[in-house]
């Protein structure tokens, strides 16, 4: 089954350091803060935070995925534009590094005395690490 190119979304996936996807693509999937998205044409109009973890889409017969570090999302007029933490596709993930860091974040987590910032950051962190880890591969 073929995409009409009428219902096709226009899709940005944007960093700090590099646009990441800009194409038109089918259904998108995000992990917004309250649960996961799934977004298809026509969807109306919202913005929304997104929370560290798998984003995928449809690209022909496709299914594209990533790993975001958390960010916004907004829908509006069949354009989804996202503007994402930091994202690695899953072939870009260094698992010894997602370890690293995973390891990093519960040392921070084990801490005294942390602030509430102190404390979101460190959870963060450990979240990334696990979103990274849940979906590379351990070739």
């Known amino acids: 089954m073929t995409e009409k190119k009428d219902k096709l979304l226009k899709l940005d996936v944007v960093t700090p350091s590099r646009t990441m996807v800009a194409d038109e693509v089918g259904q998108i999937n995000a992990p917004g803060i309250d649960g996961d998205l799934g977004i298809m044409y026509d969807h109306a109009a919202f913005l929304t935070n997104l929370r560290p973890g798998s984003l995928s889409y449809q690209k022909g017969e496709e299914t594209v995925s990533m790993v975001i570090a958390g960010g916004y999302l907004e829908v509006a007029e069949n354009r ?3 503007l994402a933490e930091s994202a690695e596709f899953l072939n870009e993930i260094d ?45």
């Open 80 to 82: 989804i534009i996202i």
């Open 95 to 139: 698992r010894e590094r997602a370890l690293k860091a995973k390891v990093h974040a519960e040392s921070l987590l084990e801490k005294e005395n942390l602030t509430d910032s102190e404390f979101r950051e460190a959870q963060l962190k450990l979240f990334r690490a696990i979103a990274r880890l849940d979906h590379s591969s351990e070739e």
